[in-house]
């Protein structure tokens, strides 16, 4: 029996509900237009960003790390550099090619870090995008005002 048995947690149930691992089921249309924005400014090159969400279930800030680099297929996130921020949720990227399907380098982000995340593609319009789950699943969000 070890000496030191580390006590386990429970739940705060006052804990804000936006910190825990709730599913995120909506996007704000400022959001989304700012994101179809930065992959029409970066073509050909790829934009890479990060998702917070400050509301329960609703994709609410896009946050831009510095040092990401990107090229015509690529985008390198410097996560060390993202502040420490318990309202991230996950990533997007743009596909110049306009494909809106994860690449393999992609699902190991997904299952890796984060939650949600976004691709869009070329011509980078209001259906040019696909969010995914950490799992590579497709999922649906709903753009709200």
Do not use: C
């Amino acid at each position: 029996m070890p000496m030191f048995r580390p006590k386990r947690r429970k739940k705060d149930p006052n804990a804000p509900s936006h910190l825990s691992t709730h599913t995120i089921r909506k996007i704000r249309r400022s959001v989304l237009e700012s994101i179809l924005a930065g992959g029409a400014s970066t073509f050909p090159n790829e934009l890479g960003a990060i998702l917070r969400s400050e509301e329960a279930e609703t994709v609410t800030d896009l946050l831009l790390i510095p040092g990401t680099t990107a090229g015509r297929r690529h985008a390198n996130f410097q996560l060390y550099m993202l502040p420490v921020d318990l309202t991230v949720v996950g990533t997007v990227h743009s596909h110049p090619s306009g494909a809106l399907h994860p690449s393999d380098a992609d699902l190991t982000l997904f299952r890796h870090w984060g939650r949600i995340h976004i691709i869009v593609g070329r011509p980078f319009g209001e259906y040019n995008w696909r969010a995914y789950s950490n799992l590579g699943v497709e999922v649906t969000l709903t753009v709200v005002d």
